[in-house]
């Protein structure tokens, strides 16, 4: 299968910074690229889409200008948590669907982000 | 109601059981379906589509019912390494991706 590569794998940082998290599409070129969060022992929550070149599209309750996404190619999207709570903390999924053939209509899955905030 | 419906289980079952999952979805025009599999703190990953006619993948066995709007999972003589929690997942028109909650699943020796 496609290769979805997402970085940082953790981070710890201080209330009040911002944190970036990037996530690429290896070997296949992405048309749109996913936002997810996931409390522990909860399912997935999408927080946004993201289409390469144009402006995201967020899921109701999720504030787009605490999390700035960026899709400015077809194998990068950027998730930047702004000035990060407690509260952010939070297992951070990017995942990816491909433009077409056997990836596409198929979500690809980066290794996910572990943010911690002090 | 809920785009994609999974019952969250957990399911407790003997090694070497058969278990099935099953996942309802409410629009009718939604056009693909799959199965992942996430493991504890871990990214989702896929199992398997599923496609009209059914598909099986050695123990795993995937098949879809449009006229009822399921799709369901049988796992074959389970093994420990089975033990996840399952995510149905179903592609919309308008390029929607909908996720089920996920069933719990532990294999016990």
């Known amino acids: 299968g496609a290769v979805v590569s997402q970085h940082p794998s953790r981070v710890i940082c201080k209330s009040g910074t911002s944190v970036k998290i990037e996530c690429r599409s290896l070997d296949f070129q992405a048309t749109t690229m996913f936002w997810y969060r996931q409390f522990p022992k909860q399912s997935l929550m999408l927080m946004a889409t993201s289409n390469e070149g144009s402006k995201a599209t967020y899921e109701q309750g999720v504030e787009k200008d605490k999390f700035l996404i960026n899709h400015a190619s077809l194998t990068l999207s950027t998730l930047t948590v702004t000035s990060a709570h407690p509260e952010d903390s939070s297992f951070y999924i990017c995942s990816a669907s491909g433009t077409g053939g056997a990836n596409k209509n198929i979500q690809y899955f980066g290794a996910g982000t572990r943010l911690s905030v002090l | 109601r809920k785009e994609v419906e999974q019952d969250p289980g957990p399911f407790n079952v003997p090694e070497g059981a058969t278990v099935a999952f099953n996942c309802t979805y409410s629009?009718?025009?939604?056009?693909?379906f799959f199965w992942y599999r996430q493991d504890c703190r871990k990214e989702p990953k896929l199992l398997m589509s599923v496609y009209s006619s059914g598909n099986e993948d050695g123990r795993f066995t995937a098949q879809l019912n449009r006229a009822s709007q399921y799709i369901s999972l049988l796992i074959r003589d389970s093994k420990l390494s089975d033990s996840a929690t399952y995510l149905c997942?179903?592609?919309?028109?308008?390029?929607?991706?909908?996720f089920g909650t996920g069933t719990s699943l532990t294999v016990i020796p």
């Open positions: 629009n009718s025009a939604s056009q693909s």
């Open positions: 997942v179903v592609w919309d028109t308008g390029n929607q991706f909908y």
